[in-house]
């Protein structure tokens, strides 16, 4: 009785917090991961139930907010492990974290769930959001997080307004509760309108009964369905290929999964089964013993990973069965037909790989050391072959949240590549080799230190590669002659040859062809460029680095963007080169104009592309596009040509009254959110469109002060056909007839309260009684027309306006 006493006096002494924790503990036992994982044995119709309704309930209502890295407080739904992980009190973004995080930073939602895994969740911070204490009907509900989040907005829905008070943030970086069951009453009184979906309607009677019960029954995740004898026997091929023993094969696997690391791999069109590569500690035919490290270069083995007979890496594909969550979702074909391709690519050539590189940091993290003795172009053509999955990587790659990291780039350009026949042509390769060193990226160095003297080291160390260039350039007797459109990749039909990048101030999107209206910039990137932009913003970057890393990434991708803006505008008449370089550059500090105009790609020789008029920036691009027969890769420019709607993704009657806003600019461009759907319902069906804001600057050449570069007046809207982008900040809906009005209207914006008259007209606003009505729509039509690359949307940066 008096262990009682003293445990009561310390409940008092500490708060209401701990009076809860013993509350609970009395009457629902002791929390414990193993108590679910005992007891959570799944019957088939169970298993079925919960696939047919629970699982669409969850992603459509749950997952568009807990998907990615930036999920409220860490809770990603996408998977059962997320679940059973549960929520974390800590952000994951957090720009002046001085220490790289200790969070969880290796989840792996590939790996079998199990009491050990759930302890280390714990020990990071994570707390469970569904029952782990007694399991029954009363405990699960009562002291389920999950379920208390739901039935509080049944008690406390949405105030009956069109927006939002100031009592509810929707911001990205508002401030976080992330309660614990134990802490759930504190937060119901204090926050009495916060529960989920947050700031959002509730679900309706019937979803929530369906939820509710299945917590009340025990919250039962389905196992995942069987692999087909089918991928069976593609997945033996693929495993055995991957891991014969030779070490051209060993090499060539491991530069293979860190590209493809992050990629959904597919076997076939329509299907809807992905696959992951990974890493494994054990070879095919054994069960796979992921190795789950922060970046697929870190070395997967223990100890010195130089010591000899140290043990083999495996790779190995795993099913992946999370929900497909569109910001992340890169789809990748690996069918037999690509493992045919790349044995051609990279085993078939004549050459030798002597020695197996180390997983040292400093050469590890450098792809033109450690792959030296692979065939550059084979390196190059593979990369090239699925550009936009190469680019995609950096814009859906590990970074949920990335205006620091995309702040380096324009609001909108146009990429294009060199022809990979120049590294024969060129002999470029052996220049790569000699200069491998200077190709040096941040990853290799320390992100204890944090020091803007970086800049100017990476400045120098660029400066001094650019100028071998010229001098190797000059070596070989480059010559005007040269300088032309042989230079650049045609794609002989691939799609990939020509690509757009939107950015989205946080988040950006790429697309095949040249879409929207003539950019500012454009890129023309060759193979050095490519790999480091991988090496730097995807296989190097580590979404739980400190400020130092994420600094020193930002900073060297400025050299990068530079370079494939300057190999873009020496094909420019050398007399426009420097007029075109430096209205891209306004207002730049002194130090940077010093770097940029430094004059070394200007001392290359005339360009012998033929010129008929004053735009000649223009002119090029136009010239790139008919050279790579862009037009067969465009799907999304507006067009009244029915030839280009074979899709069915439009109408062309709605497209050419769209088409005017893709003639506006200035205030009622600056008015509009980043990104918009508009539904269009008509007598031929619904049609989904996009409105891009491209955000103008002065310059993307500074790390801070963003708003203090914008140059509102040359904003300009691109409108597009189907859905671009993955975070949407506001929806609307119009009839065709009520199109003309609609366009009207938003052409003569000028104020804020006039954005908030339109959109009581025109928007389905978050706090919209059919908002869900639309949100599955879009959904369903998004998978119809977009197939293998439509996933979940994200709606947390849905705007309150």
């Known amino acids: 009785m008096r262990q009682y006493q003293w445990l009561l006096i310390l409940v008092l002494l500490s708060g209401c917090a701990t009076l809860s924790i013993y509350e609970y503990d009395k009457h629902y036992g002791i929390a414990d991961a193993n108590n679910r994982l005992i007891t959570g044995k799944i019957t088939p119709d169970q298993n079925d139930h919960f696939n047919k309704i629970i699982k669409p309930i969850i992603e459509n209502r749950c997952v568009v907010c807990h998907g990615c890295f930036d999920a409220p407080c860490q809770l990603k739904m996408e998977s059962r492990v997320g679940l059973e992980r549960g929520a974390n009190k800590t952000q994951v973004y957090n720009g002046e974290r001085l220490l790289t995080a200790k969070a969880n930073h290796s989840l792996s939602?590939?790996?079998?769930?199990?009491?050990?895994?759930?302890?280390?969740?714990?020990?990071?911070?994570?707390?469970?959001?569904?029952n782990e204490r007694q399991q029954s009907p009363t405990a699960n509900t009562n002291a389920g997080v999950m379920y208390q989040m739901l039935q509080l907005k049944q008690q406390h829905p949405l105030p009956d307004t069109s927006l939002l008070d100031s009592s509810f943030d929707v911001s990205l970086n508002r401030n976080q509760q992330c309660p614990t069951i134990e802490e759930f009453q504190q937060y119901k009184s204090q926050y009495p309108l916060a529960g989920m979906p947050y700031a959002l309607p509730a679900l309706n009677i019937e979803q929530h009964q369906q939820l509710s019960t299945w917590i009340e029954n025990g919250a039962l995740l389905a196992q995942p369905d069987p692999i087909t004898a089918n991928e069976k026997e593609i997945i033996k091929k693929w495993e055995k290929w991957l891991n014969a023993s030779n070490n051209k094969q060993q090499l060539v696997s491991r530069y293979l999964f860190e590209h493809l690391y992050l990629a959904n791999l597919y076997f076939e069109s329509g299907s809807n089964n992905y696959f992951k590569l990974v890493r494994s500690h054990t070879p095919p035919e054994k069960n796979v013993v992921v190795i789950s490290t922060r970046r697929p270069f870190n070395t997967p083995f223990n100890g010195d990973s130089n010591a000899k007979n140290k043990p083999r890496v495996y790779y190995r594909l795993l099913k992946n069965n999370d929900s497909i969550i569109a910001k992340r979702h890169m789809p990748y074909r690996f069918d037999l037909a690509k493992l045919d391709y790349l044995d051609k690519l990279f085993i078939t050539p004549d050459y030798q790989v002597t020695q197996l590189p180390s997983y040292q940091l400093e050469s590890a993290s450098n792809p033109f050391i450690t792959f030296k003795a692979l065939p550059t172009k084979s390196r190059y053509r593979f990369l090239l072959d699925q550009a936009q999955f190469s680019i995609m990587n950096f814009i859906k790659g590990p970074v949920c949240r990335g205006q620091i990291a995309l702040n380096v780039i324009e609001d909108h350009f146009w990429v294009f590549f060199a022809d990979p026949d120049g590294i024969d042509n060129y002999h470029t390769d052996s220049f790569i080799d000699d200069n491998s060193d200077l190709l040096q990226l941040p990853a290799a160095t320390s992100d204890k230190a944090l020091s803007l003297l970086y800049w100017r080291s990476y400045a120098n160390r660029e400066k001094q590669y650019l100028e071998n260039k010229l001098n190797y350039m000059a070596k070989i007797n480059f010559k005007q002659q040269d300088l032309d459109l042989d230079l650049i990749w045609t794609g002989e039909g691939n799609p990939n040859a020509t690509l757009t990048i939107f950015r989205h101030f946080d988040s950006a999107s790429?697309?095949?062809?040249?879409?929207?209206?003539?950019?500012?910039?454009?890129?023309f990137i060759t193979y050095p460029l490519l790999e480091r932009i991988h090496y730097l913003l995807?296989?190097?970057?580590?979404?739980?680095?400190?400020?130092?890393?994420?600094?020193?990434?930002?900073l060297f991708m400025d050299f990068l963007r530079m370079e494939a803006e300057s190999n873009f505008i020496a094909l420019l008449p050398k007399q426009d080169r420097k007029l075109v370089h430096e209205s891209w550059y306004e207002n730049t500090s002194d130090t940077i104009k010093d770097y940029i105009f430094s004059g070394t790609f200007y001392q290359l020789p005339e360009s012998n592309i033929t010129y008929k008029s004053q735009n000649t920036k223009k002119e090029l691009l136009q010239k790139v596009a008919h050279y790579t027969k862009n037009e067969t890769a465009n799907n999304y420019n507006l067009t009244t040509n029915s030839d280009n709607h074979s899709t069915s993704r439009s109408s062309n009657n709605n497209d050419y009254k769209l088409m005017r806003l893709n003639n506006i600019k200035g205030i009622p461009v600056s008015i509009l959110p980043q990104v918009s759907y508009l539904r269009v319902n008509g007598k031929q069906g619904e049609f989904f469109y996009t409105l891009i804001n491209n955000s103008a600057h002065t310059n993307v050449a500074h790390l801070f002060s963003e708003s203090d570069r914008r140059l509102p007046d040359k904003d300009n809207l691109t409108v597009l056909n189907g859905i671009v982008g993955t975070y949407p900040n506001a929806f609307f809906q119009v009839s065709e007839q009520q199109l003309g009005e609609f366009v009207g209207a938003l052409e003569h914006l000028e104020t804020e309260e006039e954005y908030r008259q339109f959109k009581d007209r025109f928007s389905v606003r978050r706090t919209n009684k059919n908002f869900w009505v639309y949100a599955d729509r879009l959904h369903a039509w998004y998978k119809k027309h977009h197939g293998e690359s439509a996933g979940l949307l994200d709606f947390n940066r849905l705007e309150n306006r």
Request: proline fraction near 4%; glycine fraction near 12%; charged fraction near 25%.
């Open 109 to 130: 939602t590939l790996e079998k769930v199990d009491k050990e895994k759930i302890q280390t969740f714990r020990q990071e911070g994570f707390f469970p959001v569904l």
């Open 510 to 523: 790429v697309l095949q062809g040249f879409i929207g209206q003539t950019p500012k910039t454009a890129w």
């Open 538 to 554: 995807v296989a190097g970057f580590d979404v739980y680095g400190n400020v130092g890393h994420q600094l020193k990434t930002r």
